[in-house]
């Protein structure tokens, strides 16, 4: 019972708080974002009516289209930032770091998220993100699902075969997903083995790829190259993806801008490209 | 002479009216419109604290930026241009751009950031430029002579490796350093700093004041070397002086603002056109011309498809580059043409 009074009470602070609005330590009502993975999030966390402007990348979901713009993730118009009057500027590593550093100079609270290099680094961030705005058991909820599925998954495919994967996000030069970066999850995560995974940096040459023969290609679309570099694959007739015709194309969005939930989506689609025979 | 002399005073009160003009303008454009009547009661007092910090916070620190750069790298681009007597040389022909890039590169791929914070990309900036002058300038110095010719081949060729080796640098980078690499090499004037835009506008009105003693010297240069022994210029002292100078603004300028093209090669070659020859206006009136140029340029820039920025060398080579070719075609002669035809 008194147990329970704590609780209301403490429920009826956070009450005066977010009632009196602008109070100190009140979570930011004016936030802009810099970038589209970043305005994802805060529609997921339902923070989208504190959301005053993005970027012209920030397409998704549609009501983000329709905010005020301040320019592009990577160079975005300061004076326009300033006028607008947040209270919380949410940056990424693509930001200028010149304007990031204005925009503090000029008082504004500017927050960085730099890329997440895996799955739990990702989680940690959009956690970060909703204390910051006052959204905590949103996020928790979301990362709980979000963890709780990306788990399930993994058992799902443990029992399964392993196959050799190469993820292409980059051609000319051929640019691919290491253990650096949080694409290696992926592949990791649906039961697959990343050939390039031990790989220093993400260039990689086609002869290495010969060499370990992955059982299954990935292509990020970029644009439109992907079904041109589909064919350069298929010229080796030797690999084992061309043998057994196991290319795929993914669009880039959902591989290299995540949030756990589109992360938890894309990795189900990772796990049926990978054991579609296997999975029934 | 007095003809002269007024023909001159007609020439700056023109370009320092035209320079006030751009400052207006640069003044009033943006996202929030600021008409001129505004400004002043801004300046009085009267305005909102938001108009005042838009104004003297984000519009003025960018537009003193701009016309210290612009200025430096127009005078540096008159004095390699006078000494070398070739039209096509400017700035960043010579690899001091390339050194600072490299310099610049190292320290974000090396996370030397860290040491000493915001200064630190115009200081290892600085750094390469610095290291570049002085290779530049030891493997053209021969037997205690300067080697015009081969100061230029070598700077040219330093170039050619140094962004080869950005280029490597690149493309071994993690991407998230690629960005910063990507944003300096494009050049920008937005700079949170005022201790580095103080700085720029001393080294830029320091280095129009010294290039401004050694005027004459240049004018006797341009008969070449040797009639300028002749007529009692120390040709060897003058030219290192000189070259050190130049590198100097240019290095402060690629250090603090990244790689911004154009303003060197175009403004002393169009300030030329209407001013003469002569350096004594010649390096005054492109001081002023570079400097309202680049301000003009910059507003563009982040005006022109506003919310967005482009970057201001953008601006800088179409505008730069139509105006001049226009230009020219208008006139018969070419421009430092005499140097061509020796």
């Keep these: 019972m008194r147990l329970f009074l704590k609780e209301c009470i403490v429920f009826f602070v956070f009450l005066c708080v977010v009632a009196q609005g602008h109070a100190a330590g009140a979570p930011p009502q004016r936030i802009i974002s810099l970038g589209p993975t970043v305005t994802k999030s805060l529609y997921l966390l339902g923070a989208e009516d504190r959301l005053i402007a993005n970027t012209v990348y920030c397409s998704s979901p549609p009501g983000a289209r329709e905010k005020e713009k301040i320019g592009t993730a990577t160079r975005m118009n300061v004076e326009k930032i300033f006028n607008l009057k947040p209270d919380l500027v949410l940056a990424t590593s693509l930001t200028n770091p010149g304007a990031k550093e204005k925009l503090k100079n000029l008082g504004i609270n500017v927050v960085t998220f730099p890329a997440p290099v895996d799955f739990s680094r990702m989680c940690e961030q959009f956690l970060e993100l909703g204390k910051l705005i006052g959204k905590e058991k949103e996020a928790e909820k979301i990362v709980k699902e979000a963890r709780d599925k990306a788990i399930s998954l993994r058992e799902k495919t443990e029992g399964l075969s392993k196959p050799k994967v190469l993820v292409q996000i980059g051609a000319h030069p051929l640019f691919v997903a290491t253990e650096r970066y949080f694409v290696n999850d992926y592949i990791e995560f649906a039961g697959g083995v990343n050939i390039a995974k031990g790989a220093k940096e993400g260039i990689y040459s086609r002869e290495q790829v010969l060499v370990a023969d992955p059982a299954v290609i990935i292509i990020a679309t970029m644009g439109i190259a992907a079904e041109e570099e589909k064919e350069i694959w298929r010229k080796y007739a030797k690999l084992s993806a061309v043998k057994n015709d196991r290319i795929y194309i993914v669009e880039t969005d959902k591989l290299t801008s995540p949030t756990p939930v589109s992360f938890v989506k894309t990795l189900e689609e990772m796990v049926s490209i990978l054991h579609s025979g296997e999975m029934r | ?342």
Aim: with cysteine; charged share 10%; glycine share 12%.
């Design chain 2, 1 to 342: 002479m007095t003809n002269k002399i007024v023909r001159w005073g007609f020439w700056i009160s023109i370009l320092c009216s035209l320079l006030l003009g751009v400052i207006l303008f640069a003044l009033c454009s943006g996202s929030v419109r600021i008409p001129v009547k505004r400004i002043m009661e801004v300046m009085l007092g009267a305005g909102s604290a938001t108009e005042y910090s838009i104004l003297f916070d984000i519009r003025l620190p960018r537009i003193i930026l701009a016309f210290a750069i612009g200025g430096a790298l127009s005078v540096s681009g008159v004095i390699l241009q006078g000494v070398f007597r070739n039209p096509l040389v400017e700035p960043y022909t010579l690899g001091i751009s390339g050194g600072a890039a490299l310099g610049v590169c190292l320290a974000i791929v090396l996370r030397l950031g860290c040491i000493i914070g915001v200064f630190s990309l115009p200081f290892f900036g600085f750094l390469g430029a610095g290291l570049i002058i002085v290779l530049v300038y030891s493997l053209s110095m021969k037997k205690n002579t300067l080697k015009v010719q081969g100061l230029l081949l070598t700077g040219v060729m330093i170039s050619f490796v140094t962004s080869s080796l950005i280029m490597l640098i690149m493309a071994v980078s993690r991407a998230e350093d690629l960005h910063g690499i990507v944003f300096w090499i494009m050049g920008s004037l937005e700079e949170p700093s005022w201790f580095l835009i103080k700085l720029a506008v001393v080294v830029s009105i320091f280095g129009l004041f010294i290039s401004y003693l050694f005027c004459v010297s240049l004018n006797a240069f341009s008969l070449g070397e040797e009639e300028a022994l002749h007529l009692g210029v120390n040709v060897e002292r003058t030219k290192r002086l000189l070259f050190i100078l130049a590198s100097l603004l240019t290095g402060c300028s690629v250090a603090i603002t990244g790689i911004i093209g154009f303003v060197g090669l175009v403004i002393p070659h169009f300030t030329r056109m209407f001013a003469g020859e002569d350096h004594r206006i010649l390096l005054i009136s492109s001081f002023l011309c570079g400097a309202g140029f680049l301000i003009f340029c910059d507003t563009l820039a982040r005006t022109i498809i506003s919310p967005m920025e482009l970057p201001v060398g953008v601006i800088t080579g179409i505008l730069g580059g139509t105006l001049f070719v226009y230009t020219l075609n208008k006139r018969k002669s070419i421009p430092g043409g005499k140097w061509l035809s020796k």
